[in-house]
């Protein structure tokens, strides 16, 4: 993927890779920051003796550039003050290096010229000369310098001629070679004779352009996409030069298309955008039809399409169907239209989209020569439509459109629109609890983008695994994949996206009532999306930041916000979202006791529902009407009935919902108030365990805490329960639920292999980190497996399946959470090298036996666990396992031998045993 991506130093790598962001962007002030923070980098490495010659071309490379982006940026004195202080630097770490010093003098020598101080740059010409000795005149950099003293000296024409002579050799394949090449010329525009221009430095350029070109083609094949899009700007940027005398006109029109598809891939939308509109002048203005024509507009299109910028694209989809009558290419046709419907989907016209997708299918698409084309836009056309599906909730026929999706796209599993696929499939998993394999299939579509930096997608598939894991009860996974898309697209200054990653960030922080974080978040989405003038964004904006006032209390300025929200859906008409506006000015006008305004919002909603009927508004309504008459101290059979609705059409349509742990809390509310405490308690519970599942620690606590203040004795054995996994009957039956008793149970162990070495080179933060990625990756599978967590012991988890004693097939619930972690710690990984931080690899053991369980300990300390030898011996196993592996025992195998993927391990002896045991491993 990335510019240094042979190199190991994870920081460094970062910082080069948004140092490449910043340059593809023109962004002069963030390029030197950026290099400035590359070099205390490689400082803090010569100090820490970590510097390895293996650096020496990426120290030169930034040593040169921070000298020339100081020239850049106007400020060639800072620049030579920066450079003075370096030196003073190296000398104190007493560091030496021949490459770094002769990258040092020579830019210093540079910086001096610029200034007009050709004594001090002399100076640092016999600098470098003693310094290589008597290679000095094999160093291009030198001979530069010397090149640039000569023209200063009056020795103009041998200045330019070694110029030129720098320029004449072949480019090789080596970034390096080309952003010296780039210095050169640069220098050449400014020095060479205008006579000499056109005859002597046009064939030159001519040259490079075909030269770069030919590696940025290259370099893509390679996945090397950095050193692509620099090839290709250096490329545009001497065809540019030759353009103006009409030179290269084909060239100059292929680079341009080719760097606009790439900006766009990388996420530069502005950029590509200005490419897209340049080359749409240019062939206008000279006339040029046919193919170029269509190529440019369309990846305007699409470019302004996901620069929410629907207005302008809608304008250029009309002015290019008005020419589709001279397009005999029937691919450009399909192109344009499934670009409009994509449009019109995303501008809430989905009823539209829908009508353009079934016309491509039907009209153009078998007409279409090339099955790789068909197969593509059958598949992205699909897939559209399964996001609307998806919207609505109609998970089965999303999943009917996705496998036929990946059934076209058998034989192109390399292309982006099988990896989005995936994804689509991944997220109908999600929804229906599958986890594991819903992660699965998220992880292989992001490698995919992420290998082949398609930013874009790449995005998309962080926001989509932020929800996942917010589904899967990991809120602080969650939040890194949001954190890292934001951090992206802020180095871009992408102001079309980042508002909805803004916003889903503060989604997360109001799922944990944490309301003035939200706040912050939304007040941040609404400021960058009042820039766009997106109406339909701007009516989510208000929305969100009214429901947030709504949930401080703030019930003034929510109605404010509330209402320009309704204004803004008013205008496009969107009968779905105005339904939530509605919803929560019911609430608001409920809370200062406004009953008239009440029912005109809950009668608007509904008059709004029976356009939409979606089913999960319906239950949306259900649940508002019957907080609103718990607010207004409202009595009757009609409440709970309302309370009892919604959560049945929830359960039904999104079990994990976070609506549904509302419904039950204010069910809980509405029985409290009429002195039903049993049902206010159990409705309690039921709110409790489904945060527990999507892992809303902070709204558990304040659940318990309500539960606590309703019965002392609930939530005890609530916590018992959770200790002992126990079922109710058996909690509410037995005073003593912590009494020794023989239990089959199946035990599992499992812990970080290498720790003692890890944690011997790790800081006490990291360490933390790396030992909660792991706890809350095990514990979470665990327990969604019917499992408890036993004890945590370092590195090691002890958990037990089978505690209520009537589980079936624990066997099998064992193996699936010891897969699931697996594939769980898979995504964590990517996390972890992204972040440069170490990686964590387990082993797993399982046995199944008769085991002492209950309370152990003395008066002062009392332990709940298992004991016996079949604790010990799933213990030896976990010992034995290599990395990453599942051991099982010959008592789990038997039970699951004609189930699961299980093969032969060993027959050994193990520590406590007089005679061998049969070993098998889980593939």
Same mark, same amino acid.
């Given at each position: ?70 020239? #850049?940026? %106007?400020?060639?004195?800072?620049? !030579?003050?920066? @450079?003075? $202080? =370096? +030196?003073?630097?190296?000398? *104190? ?110 064939? #030159?350029? %001519?040259?490079?352009?075909?030269? !770069?070109?030919? @590696?940025? $083609? =290259? +370099?893509?094949?390679?996945? *090397? ?110 192109? #344009? ?9 995303? @501008? ?576």
């Amino acid at each position: 993927m990335a510019f240094i991506n042979t190199y190991e130093n994870k920081k460094l790598l970062k910082l080069f890779e948004e140092l490449f962001d910043y340059y593809f962007q023109d962004k002069h002030n963030s390029v030197l920051d950026q290099l400035l923070k590359i070099n205390n980098e490689f400082l803090l490495l010569i100090s820490q003796e970590k510097y390895i010659n293996e650096y020496n071309d990426l120290y030169v490379f930034a040593i040169l550039a921070i000298g020339d982006y100081y020239t #850049l940026t %106007l400020d060639s004195h800072k620049g !030579l003050r920066f @450079f003075k $202080e =370096l +030196f003073l630097k190296f000398e *104190k770490l007493k560091f030496y290096n021949v490459d770094i010093y002769l990258a040092f003098y020579s830019k210093l020598g540079e910086l001096y010229i610029d200034i007009d101080n050709i004594s001090k740059a002399t100076e640092c010409q016999s600098r470098c000369q003693i310094i290589a000795k008597d290679t000095y005149q094999n160093y291009e950099n030198f001979k530069l310098l010397s090149a640039l003293i000569d023209i200063k000296i009056e020795k103009h024409n041998a200045g330019i001629n070694a110029l030129l002579k720098l320029l004449q050799n072949s480019a090789s394949a080596d970034v390096f070679d080309y952003c010296f090449k780039n210095r050169v010329i640069k220098y050449l525009l400014k020095y060479i004779a205008p006579k000499e221009y056109e005859n002597v430095l046009f064939p #030159l350029l %001519l040259k490079n352009i075909d030269e !770069l070109f030919g @590696f940025s $083609e =290259l +370099f893509k094949a390679e996945f *090397k996409f950095h050193k692509s899009l620099i090839c290709l700007k250096s490329a545009m940027f001497y065809a540019s030069e030759l353009i103006r005398n009409k030179v290269a006109v084909p060239k100059y029109l292929e680079i341009l298309i080719n760097l606009a598809k790439m900006s766009y891939d990388f996420g530069f939308h502005n950029k590509a955008l200005q490419l897209f509109e340049q080359g749409m002048y240019f062939v206008e203005t000279e006339n040029i039809s046919g193919e170029l024509f269509y190529k440019l507009h369309i990846g305007a299109i699409r470019t302004l399409s996901i620069m929410k910028n629907y207005p302008r694209a809608f304008t250029l989809i009309d002015k290019l169907e008005k020419r589709l009558e001279y397009c005999e290419d029937i691919e450009y046709q399909v192109r #344009l239209y499934y670009e409009k419907a994509l449009c019109k989907s995303k @501008f809430g016209n989905d009823k539209e989209a829908l009508q353009i997708f079934k016309y491509i299918e039907e009209k153009l698409l078998e007409h279409c020569k090339y099955d790789f084309f068909k197969a593509r836009y059958k598949a992205k056309i699909n897939n559209q439509k399964c996001f609307i599906l998806l919207k609505n909730y109609e998970i089965k026929k999303a999943v009917e459109l996705y496998n036929q999706s990946l059934k076209g796209l058998n034989a192109y599993r390399h292309t982006f629109e099988y990896a989005e696929t995936l994804c689509g499939i991944a997220q109908t998993l999600s929804a229906n609890e599958i986890h594991a394999d819903s992660l699965k299939f998220f992880m292989t579509a992001f490698n995919k983008f992420y290998e082949n930096y398609s930013i874009n997608r790449l995005i998309n598939s962080m926001q989509l695994i932020s929800k996942h894991y917010i589904r899967a009860g990991d809120i602080n996974e969650a939040m890194y994949y949001i954190d890292e898309a934001i951090r992206i697209l802020e180095i871009r200054e992408n102001i079309q996206e980042l508002p909805l990653l803004y916003s889903q960030k503060a989604k997360i922080y109001l799922l944990q009532n944490l309301y003035q974080k939200a706040e912050e978040f939304f007040k941040k989405d609404l400021s960058i999306t009042k820039q766009t003038e997106n109406i339909h964004s701007l009516a989510f904006s208000y929305y969100h930041l009214g429901l947030v006032y709504q949930k401080q209390d703030m019930t003034n300025i929510a109605e404010t916000y509330l209402k320009k929200s309704l204004e803004y859906f008013n205008v496009i008409d969107n009968p779905n979202n105005k339904i939530l506006v509605l919803l929560q000015l019911a609430i608001n006008n409920a809370k200062i006791g406004l009953v008239k305004y009440v029912t005109k919002y809950l009668n608007d909603a509904e008059n709004c529902w029976k356009y939409a009927k979606n089913r999960l508004l319906q239950a949306h309504i259900l649940l508002v009407k019957g907080i609103c008459y718990t607010i207004l101290n409202k009595r009757g059979k009609q409440i709970e009935e309302l309370f009892k609705s919604a959560i049945k059409l929830y359960e039904n349509l999104d079990p994990l919902n976070n609506d549904l742990i509302e419904a039950y809390y204010e069910l809980s509310i509405y029985y409290e108030k009429t002195a039903n405490f049993k049902d206010a308690i159990n409705c309690l519970k039921s709110s409790i365990e489904i945060c527990k599942k999507i892992g809303l620690f902070e709204k558990v606590n304040f659940l318990l805490e309500k539960l606590n203040q309703l019965s002392e004795l609930e939530t005890q054995k609530m916590k018992l329960l959770s200790m002992t996994g126990a079922d109710n009957d058996y909690v509410e039956e037995n005073d003593n639920a912590l009494k020794v008793s023989n239990k089959y149970l199946v035990i599992f162990f499992v812990d970080i292999r290498g720790f003692t070495t890890i944690s011997e080179n790790l800081e006490i933060a990291k360490l933390e980190s790396l030992l909660n990625d792991f706890y809350t990756s095990v514990t979470k599978i665990i327990t969604q497996n019917n499992g408890i967590i036993n004890k945590f012991i370092g590195d090691s988890v002890l958990a037990l399946f089978n505690m209520s004693g009537n589980d079936n097939n624990p066997e099998e619930k064992a193996i699936k959470s010891a897969k699931e972690i697996l594939i769980r710690l898979e995504g964590i990984n990517q996390r972890r090298k992204n972040t440069g931080e170490p990686i964590i690899e387990i082993g797993i053991g399982i046995n199944a036996g008769n085991v002492l369980l209950g309370a152990f300990g003395s008066f002062q300390r009392l332990e709940y666990t298992a004991i016996g030898d079949a604790v010990n011996t799933a213990a030896r196993l976990q010992d034995l396992a290599k990395k990453n592996e599942v051991l099982i025992t010959e008592s789990v195998y038997e039970k699951l031998k004609n189930t699961s993927n299980i093969s032969f391990y060993s027959e050994t002896e193990v520590k406590g045993k007089h005679h061998k045991i049969k070993i098998y491993k889980v593939n």
